[in-house]
């Protein structure tokens, strides 16, 4: 069984920050499989982040993925108000997908 | 556009079975993977299982027992039923579409396949209480 474990659980920022958020994976695990989603509350998740590094449709560049192996990190470079949300990584396997519990990122 | 429309009971008692389907919009059912993913309140998200093109299913072991995902081509929609619900049961249930793809950013490989979920319904709050 493969966990993902995010940290930190809430990460307190201002606008303008850079806030970098890690999912670590254990065993390590292919980067095409890793995925990143924002939920807000009362919405559903919405796909930031595929194959570890891939932005998907219309997110903007401050969101960007990097990492292998064991260690992700999402990255929002410059963050925006509409930024602070709850944030996942998920992975795929044969077996089924699994979630990291998620890291709160909220207004300092 | 894809979009996708979630029907279903929102309160159930105990022992009763959960049904939910969802309706795609914009797109063939067949081609695609669809799956079934749930939100206790004020927890984080649980993947339920999946179905593929070709009908068969993925489900999460710990609710494999009591799921049957499936889907209807007549009505271009998919569903999850869940048997002998509890309490713990209690959530938002989201469908979503499983993306199986070998491109990303208009590069494409061969033998290699990117798997995320990229279209979401809005959810379907389901309260489990006698």
């Known amino acids: 069984e493969i966990v993902l474990t995010q940290s930190p659980g809430t990460l307190s920022l201002s606008p303008g920050e850079r806030a970098p958020l890690s999912c670590r994976a254990s065993?390590?695990?292919?980067?095409?499989?890793l995925a990143w989603y924002q939920q807000k509350p009362g919405q559903a998740p919405r796909l930031l982040i595929y194959?570890?590094?891939n932005r998907a449709t219309g997110i903007p560049d401050r969101f960007s993925g990097s990492g292998s192996g064991a260690d992700f990190t999402l990255t929002i470079s410059r963050l925006e108000p509409e930024d602070f949300a709850v944030y996942y990584c998920?992975?795929?396997?044969?077996?089924?997908?699994?979630f990291g519990q998620g890291t709160r990122l909220e207004i300092k | 556009q894809v979009q996708l429309q979630q029907e279903g009971t929102g309160l159930l008692k105990p022992s009763e079975t959960l049904s939910l389907t969802c309706g795609v919009n914009?797109?063939?059912?067949?081609?695609?993977?669809w799956t079934w993913i749930r939100q206790p309140p004020g927890k984080g998200l649980e993947w339920i299982g999946e179905?593929?093109?070709?009908?068969?299913?993925n489900y999460n072991p710990s609710l494999k027992s009591r799921v049957t995902i499936s889907v209807d081509t007549s009505k271009n929609q998919f569903s999850l039923r869940l048997s002998s619900v509890t309490a713990a049961d209690t959530a938002v249930y989201f469908c979503?579409?499983?993306?199986?793809?070998?491109?990303?950013?208009?590069?494409?490989?061969?033998?290699?396949?990117?798997?995320?979920?990229?279209?979401w319904g809005k959810g379907t709050t389901v309260t489990v209480s006698s």
């Open positions: 065993p390590s695990v292919s980067t095409r499989y």
């Open positions: 979503a579409r499983l993306v199986r793809s070998d491109c990303a950013n208009g590069v494409c490989y061969q033998n290699i396949y990117f798997y995320y979920m990229d279209v």
């Open positions: 998920q992975l795929y396997t044969t077996s089924g997908i699994t």
């Open positions: 914009g797109v063939s059912l067949s081609g695609n993977y």
């Open positions: 194959g570890a590094s």
């Open positions: 179905i593929n093109p070709s009908g068969s299913t």
